[in-house]
């Protein structure tokens, strides 16, 4: 008995020496930090590899800067995992800044863990550099604060290889204008022999809402979200019915004929270097990839042209935001909260936005970062499209945005199943795909408006 | 001869040693088992945390939703493919190996090797073997299928790695049943003109049938557990092709934040395991034979 | 005479094509191992290139070099083995109190409690994995080794196996130690655990197997890269926005070889310890 007891606190305190070993351990920032020796502000991204490269040395450099923060790059990896986390990790082991996708904005500015980084300027009085009128609008909640602040201005659009176009004898800048005609071209050039496959897709579905946003038709109801909360989605009805049937047809097409990769091909290692090495004439991604196609093949002949809308009836009025932003977490931290903001505002200085934006493909954010002599430079010599793009952008309307809701998890989940649908299945009835669809989304958000009252 | 043991009074010794370990298992088993089974009555928040009871409303919903009956089947093909292909390898792997011979270590050492290897780089090495330009089982097998990507191949990809990797731990357990068959009953076997067919079904499967009962039982439970590999090649899968029941459990969970759609899927997948080893421990009085 | 030596080289000749036949299986089998570690050491240029070939002209140790600048791999291994260390010790010493109080002894509720014990093989724990981690969280105790090694203190399979021995320990030799004045405990630590050694050997390594491939719990419990095991490592070269395979197949290699390594030396026990589980005698 005597020796059974001695055991059992053996057992005990080698258990406990564990728990002990855990939290001298704990490498995350602890509640409150006493005010000697600099604030550890943790920034969890789902940036690795080269679009994070650019963004860590800025970010060494900020640590460098001043002495009050010290700025750790934590990868965490994808974007789901990142926001699977941050949904999940009780307060005081959240980080003080995470970068998250614009079209999140509507989830971000209702969830619990984000602080709008509007408190933070207004606190400052920081004259922001004026933002493109759609970011502005797209990071902004209901009541025009900004939530987020623009990381990387994204232009999801497709790249199209000229040379597979000029053999063709089709002009890619009238030719591409919504899906139905994308569904034609790629068919004429791969009719003509020019090439094997049409178009591959990056293997991410945020091009779904976007597309419906150039189009110019609500996924929602109340306007998006933008007109009080939304209670159902509206795929299945009116205009946006429409819209979404002839999007899904196109597609659909596309894929039935076999025109298109398989969705789903990796688009880092597989996507880019056949793009890049002349295999297919048409790649729709977002320009921020644009630096791994230049190094895939520098000499290749390319140019980048807007997402198109669904159809003929496509609104004209620009295009939605894309790209992630600084979000600020609410992690009881003040201080390294104070430093996430810092550090954010660090990154807008305009010689580091146009040094980011020139080393991935990323437009920067602000008209004064694209008159800087470098990235006029890059334009010129590197990569003119980037023009083109910025021309779209402020051409934009502020009108044309992402749906603001609470639920933008499950509607990338639901758009990128009903996408995965029409594109594997030759005998998809579309119709049914999309009452699917109408289905879960609308069950999302009601489920969501019952477990937050 | 007197035994201390048999004393009037209650002996703590046997108790305070079962002790530790089924509080263990109380705080990290049956107490979130049975949380889950409660939550799954209820609608929480996206920390976890509950909001409101609300009873048999939530599995009605769920149930009536087609997307989890897909789930359902796609768990039940999921479990079928993996379980026919693994008994089916792994015992004739072990039948192969029943005589040692000559350095019959070195190929029993390959058939239980993936044993040793875990699912994240496993799923590596085959995210490398399924692409679809270059890859090399393409080129072997002479086709043209992005493997990971496509409908109909997705799931049967999943479950390649799957089987794969738990071959080894069913192979290594038929080979002890198929070793402990007695050579007398063999021999007699072959006298009576049997062939090696016929010695096969008559002999070696009825006297490891303990071992076949258990190699079923493993594999029931690790077919339907399967995370890894779904998560890294497939995440999901093209659509819900590859979402099995253990997987929307995550997806809901942690990716949504559903904690109440998770649970109900979770309570499903136990529903499952139990039935089907409930359905197996029946059969077994029946079709197992021991010595 | 001469038939009989034509019996005998048929027989041999037999047994040789079939080893062949056997050995070449095996190969085919773990294919895709091989593949990954000769494809590790190939220039990332020459990987896609088919038909596939093992051998390279340019042997390169570059996808290992980034494997260990741009992570902390020794740390990821650090972790593993810690975790596997804690569990596997706990395990140990809990199924072997918890087998010797169901073998040796009878009390009330023997039964019932077994059965407690077996259930938990039917409960796996990705089941209550979701709740396990909301009680972590709410603990505090997210990247500490604690809520790492939580899951794997203890398992209904170690304590069936050492069970399983103790069975086959005869009463008598309890009943003439208690008679020499052993008391429950001594017998305990003096003979029964003394005996069960090559048993213990077998869970230890089978354990470690199994614990060091966990993946989903790692995953969930820890977010600071310090406290990342091997398999979560690896996971995230995976899923990164890598463009080459070179770095994803050194990595999976560099994870996979010690446990390999330790399976072959050790396959012996490893075996022996998985049979003691699963026969039911």
């Known amino acids: 008995m005597k020796r059974f007891l001695v055991v059992l606190l053996i057992v005990c305190l080698g258990v406990s020496s564990v728990f002990a070993n855990g939290t001298t351990e704990q490498a995350a920032a602890p509640a409150e930090q006493k005010s000697v020796g600099p604030i550890d502000v943790y920034w969890w991204t789902h940036w690795s590899g080269s679009m994070a490269d650019p963004l860590v040395k800025q970010m060494e450099a900020f640590n460098k800067s001043q002495s009050k923060y010290v700025v750790h790059y934590v990868y965490q990896g994808t974007s789901l995992d990142v926001l699977a986390k941050l949904q999940s990790t009780q307060k005081k082991d959240l980080p003080a800044v995470f970068t998250g996708p614009v079209e999140y904005t509507g989830y971000y500015a209702g969830c619990d863990f984000v602080i709008p980084i509007q408190d933070f300027i207004d606190k400052d009085h920081w004259d922001t550099p004026a933002l493109f009128k759609i970011s502005q609008a797209s990071y902004s909640n209901l009541d025009g604060r900004l939530v987020g602040y623009p990381a990387g201005n994204s232009f999801p659009g497709m790249f199209v290889n000229l040379d597979m176009f000029k053999k063709a004898g089709i002009d890619p800048y009238t030719s591409l204008d919504n899906f139905q005609d994308v569904f034609k071209t790629v068919k004429t050039i791969v009719d003509k022999g020019i090439s094997k496959v049409g178009i591959g897709f990056h293997n991410d579905a945020y091009w779904i809402a976007m597309t419906l946003s150039t189009q110019g038709v609500p996924s929602f109801d109340n306007n998006d979200g933008f007109s009080g909360k939304p209670t159902k989605c509206i795929y299945n009805q009116g205009k946006t019915k429409e819209a979404v049937y002839d999007l899904l047809k196109a597609l659909h097409d596309i894929y039935a004929g076999g025109y298109g990769i398989p969705y789903g091909a990796n688009i880092n290692n597989e996507l880019i270097p056949r793009f890049a090495s002349g295999e297919f004439p048409v790649l729709l991604v977002t320009t921020g990839f644009f630096a791994k196609i230049k190094a895939a093949n520098p000499k290749f002949e390319y140019t980048l042209l807007p997402l198109p809308g669904c159809d003929v009836n496509r609104a004209h009025d620009g295009v939605p935001a894309g790209g992630c932003g600084w979000f600020i977490c609410d992690n009881g931290n003040k201080a390294a909260q104070q430093g996430a903001y810092e550090f954010a505002k660090f990154m807008s200085d305009i010689h580091n936005n146009a040094t980011w934006a020139m080393s991935t493909g990323y437009l920067p954010q602000t008209q004064a970062a694209v008159e800087t002599t470098e990235y006029q430079d890059f334009i010129k010599n590197v990569y003119p499209s980037a023009k083109m793009a910025l021309d779209v952008q402020k051409k934009s309307t502020g009108s044309i945005r992402n749906p603001f809701i609470p639920i933008a998890n499950e509607h990338k989940q639901a758009n990128d199943i009903m996408l995965t649908q029409v594109t594997t299945n030759p005998n998809a009835d579309i119709n049914k795909v999309i009452d699917d669809a109408t289905a879960r989304l609308t069950d999302a958000i009601q489920l969501y408006n019952s477990s937050s009252k | ?291 | 005479m001469n038939e009989r030596t034509q019996q005998q080289i048929q027989k041999q000749g037999k047994a040789f094509f079939s080893f062949i036949f056997k050995f070449f299986l095996g190969i085919v089998f773990i294919m895709p191992l091989i593949f990954c570690i000769f494809y590790s050491f190939k220039p990332e240029t020459q990987i896609p290139v088919t038909p596939p070939t093992l051998f390279t002209k340019t042997p390169t140790l570059m996808h290992y070099a980034w494997v260990l600048t741009h992570m902390p791999f020794f740390t990821y291994v650090k972790n593993s083995l810690i975790v596997c260390f804690i569990s596997i010790a706990s395990q140990i010493t809990l199924s072997s109190l918890a087998a010797y109080g169901f073998s040796f002894f009878e009390f009330p509720g023997k039964k019932q409690l077994f059965s407690v014990v077996l259930a938990t093989m039917m409960i796996p724990s990705d089941i209550v994995i979701i709740m396990n981690y909301s009680l972590i969280q709410k603990l505090g105790l997210l990247d500490t080794y604690l809520a790492l090694v939580f899951p794997t203190l203890i398992s209904g399979t170690a304590i069936f196996m050492m069970r399983q021995y103790y069975l086959t320990i005869p009463r008598s030799l309890k009943d003439a130690a208690t008679i020499d004045g052993c008391t429950d405990m001594g017998f305990l630590f003096k003979i029964a655990v003394p005996l069960s050694v090559p048993t213990i050997a077998s869970l230890g390594l089978y354990l470690f197997i199994n614990i060091y491939n966990l993946f989903l719990w790692p995953l969930l419990v820890t977010n600071t890269d310090t406290m990342r095991t091997v398999q979560i490592g690896i996971s995230m070269i995976v899923t990164s926005e890598r463009l080459e395979y070179g770095p994803l197949l050194a990595g999976a290699t560099c994870c996979v070889v010690p446990v390999i390594l330790i399976f072959i030396f050790g396959q012996d026990y490893i075996v022996n310890g998985m049979i003691a589980g699963a026969v039911k005698g």
Request: glycine share 6%; aromatic share 16%.
């Open chain 2, 1 to 291: 001869m007197e035994i201390k043991k048999k004393t009037k009074k209650i002996r703590y010794t046997p108790y305070l040693l079962i002790a530790p370990s089924l509080l263990l298992f109380c705080m990290f088993i049956y107490f979130p088992f049975v949380k889950s089974f409660l939550f799954s009555f209820a609608v929480t928040n996206r920390r976890g945390e509950l909001v409101k009871w609300v009873g048999l409303s939530n599995w009605i919903r769920m149930l009536s939703k087609p997307e989890f009956w897909g789930i359902v089947v796609v768990s039940l093909k999921f479990a079928l493919i993996n379980l026919v292909s693994t008994l089916l390898t792994s015992m004739i792997f072990a039948l192969l190996c029943t005589r040692p011979g000559l350095f019959s270590k070195s190929y029993q050492l390959f058939y239980s090797l993936p044993l040793a290897i875990a699912s994240a780089p496993a799923a590596a090495i085959w995210t490398f073997l399924f692409k679809q330009e270059g890859g090399i089982l393409n080129w072997v097998l002479g086709t043209h299928f992005a493997w990971t990507q496509e409908a109909n191949t997705a799931l049967l990809s999943c479950a390649l790695v799957n089987v794969w990797m738990n071959i080894g731990a069913s192979f290594i357990f038929l080979l002890v049943g198929f070793r402990s068959v007695p050579l007398e009953m063999i021999e007699s076997a072959t006298i009576d003109g049997a062939g090696p067919f016929g010695k096969t079904i008559h002999v070696m499967i009825p006297i490891a049938s303990p071992q076949i009962f258990f190699v079923f039982f493993l594999n029931i439970i690790t077919s339907f557990t399967t995370f890894a590999p779904i998560r890294l090649l497939t995440d999901g899968g093209p659509s819900t092709t590859t979402t099995t029941l253990i997987y929307a459990v995550y997806k809901w969970g942690i990716q949504n934040g559903r904690f109440e759609t998770s649970c109900v899927y979770a309570m499903t997948l136990f529903l499952f395991i139990f039935c089907t080893t409930r359905i197996q421990m029946a059969l077994e009085k029946r079709t197992v034979y021991y010595q």
